[in-house]
């Protein structure tokens, strides 16, 4: 619907790149409010067998097109200004995220490898998501040669490396296809890439590089001669980096005139630094006070933070000063699958049966499933499951991990276990926070975000329950838009860059949100079955290799 016409009024653009869609938002300066929204939905999706050309590639890998996220550019921001009905000049700044690690071979021009006929049918050329776990070997490789050498920031991201993030993909790149390495002239978080078509500004987003590539304002990124014992090729990886870095909120740059072209906004926009979508939402949903905790719940989980204190918190993706705004050290973890958990479950072990009753009810499948689960007392099942249906990000950080359900009999119902599976997804969440804690870090309230956490009320008094603490949700379903929206005003003439976030957030009043507490009867029951699921995520998790030996029977075709 158009707005009244008001020409004094200013608005700025956020979008948000997530695993299968982009949103954008237009907020109002004048008081946060989404105005306008919209959803692009990625054709290509994700690929995770094959390239649209139609050749295979292994298991544990999951790419994507480039051309489906830069015409999502060109699709949100036009409808974004078509629905509201404002002018393009009333857009005074533009922002945007995406998940992180997710990464692009391109030219030195910024040209997609994969657009290059050579290169149309190497899948190295794609975007790797970072749900792509084919860099597990190179992990590992740099895991013990970090260990050997003693780096000095290998604690600072938890004492492990994960293979979702930025180095063991270059290294999977440099060992597999290594002429497509030498050739590249940039690889690039796909985030900057966004940044780069827009202005044409070469840069890399503090957050993603400090997170996921280890970078250091002080001492610069991971030491060439540490690389290229990892792989001779990695040596030169410091020449596929943009060298300038900018901070969150900061101008990247500003509409050139491709970028105005391709938008419709006008040409000169400022144009923020990308971030990561996780970081971003803590600021749409203005929860960057220390002692917030914010479980983004969706696909996969992020849990994020910020705290007075600086913590090195073993297990946990990392901690960054200055990660997401000024002063603070932010902290991250995460689930590598929730969303996704319940979605596998669904589509593969319920019976038809089930989605026949859920459409007499008028329900997805889903929902009637929570809708029987919600019967069940705590325990009742007797079943505790492991959530590693994609491997495990904190705190174990090992995607050769695999799930487990255990307790069943013949009397275990598809219910049961999709209980069974939201309980492990908490279970899981609370021992990330717990770490944190454990580590001395000051934890006050616990914030949830994201579609699920809105749609699932059963899964939020589970989650009240095992906590035994207060979870506020976050009523808002664009927060990482909204805070991709809040950097596009700090990088306009008046925002006052990075410096200015953390102001900008406390400016806009955060909407009350439902409350779950913790219901007394059930938190004992919690207590003893998240001490059977610690105990079996230290037996197949540390004590024992049974899982990586069934995956590697697995990947040897054997099973």
């Known amino acids: ?234 040596a030169k990886l410091s020449e596929k980096l943009p060298e300038r870095v900018v901070m969150v909120g900061d101008r990247a740059g500003r509409l050139s005139a491709g970028g105005a072209r391709l938008t419709g906004l006008l040409e000169g926009t400022p144009v923020s630094a990308a971030a990561v979508d996780a970081h971003v939402t803590a600021i749409g949903s203005k929860t960057t006070e220390a002692g917030a905790v914010l479980l983004i719940i969706g696909t996969s989980t992020c849990v994020i933070m910020q705290g007075s204190e600086y913590r090195e918190v073993h297990g946990l993706n990392g901690v960054v000063p200055d990660g997401i705004t000024s002063g603070m050290n932010a902290y991250e973890g995460g689930q590598a699958a929730v969303g996704d958990l319940f979605a596998w479950f669904c589509k593969n072990m319920v019976p038809q049966s089930y989605f026949e009753k859920a459409a007499e009810r008028g329900m997805d499948i889903q929902q009637y499933l929570t809708l029987l689960a919600a019967e069940k007392r705590p325990g009742e099942s007797g079943l505790v499951a492991l959530d590693w249906i994609n491997g495990v990000r904190s705190v174990l950080m090992d995607f050769e991990l695999s799930a487990l359900i255990c307790g069943m009999t013949l009397e275990t119902k598809p219910e049961d276990i999709y209980r069974a599976l939201i309980e492990a997804t908490a279970f899981g969440a609370w021992k990330i926070v717990k770490a944190i804690m454990d580590a001395g870090v000051r934890v006050e309230k616990i914030y949830a975000s994201g579609g699920i956490p809105l749609k699932n009320k059963l899964l939020m008094q589970i ?56 219901n007394p009867e059930n938190v004992p029951i919690y207590r003893e079955l998240y001490d059977i699921y610690s105990r079996l995520y230290e037996a197949y998790g540390r004590e024992n290799d049974l899982m990586k030996r069934l995956r590697s029977l697995n990947k040897r075709g054997v099973l």
Request: include cysteine; charged fraction near 20%; hydrophobic fraction near 40%.
């Open 1 to 234: 619907m158009a707005l009244q016409k008001n020409p004094s009024e200013k608005y700025t653009i956020g979008i948000d790149y997530g695993s299968l869609s982009a949103r954008g938002v237009l907020m109002r300066v004048s008081d946060g409010a989404a105005v306008a929204s919209c959803v692009y939905e990625y054709p290509h999706a994700v690929l995770t067998e094959a390239l649209p050309c139609g050749r295979a590639f292994p298991s544990d890998w999951a790419l994507q097109v480039p051309a489906d996220y830069k015409n999502a550019l060109g699709f949100l921001i036009p409808e974004l200004i078509k629905e509201s009905g404002i002018e393009p000049g009333q857009v005074t700044g533009l922002g945007l995220d995406a998940t992180s690690t997710t990464m692009l071979p391109t030219t030195a021009e910024g040209l997609p490898l994969c657009e290059l006929p050579r290169y149309a049918s190497e899948p190295h050329a794609y975007i790797k998501m970072w749900k792509h776990h084919g860099a597990a070997r190179q992990a590992e490789r740099i895991q013990r040669l970090a260990e050997e050498e003693k780096a000095p920031w290998l604690s600072q991201f938890g004492g492990y490396i994960s293979a979702e993030h930025y180095l063991p993909k270059a290294a999977q790149i440099a060992d597999e296809a290594p002429e497509l390495f030498e050739s590249c002239g940039r690889l690039i978080e796909v985030g900057d890439w966004l940044v780069w078509q827009l202005t044409g500004q070469d840069c890399r987003g503090y957050c993603a590089a400090a997170f996921k590539t280890y970078y250091s304002l002080e001492k610069g990124d991971v030491d060439a001669a540490f690389l290229e014992k990892v792989s001779a090729p990695l």
């Open 463 to 518: 989650y009240a329950d095992v906590f035994n603490m207060d979870i506020h949700v976050i009523e808002e379903s664009y927060s990482a838009s909204l805070g991709s929206a809040i950097l596009g005003l700090a990088a306009s003439e008046e925002g006052g860059g990075f410096e200015n976030v953390a102001a900008l957030c406390e400016g806009y009043r955060r909407k009350a949100g439902l409350k779950y507490s913790p």
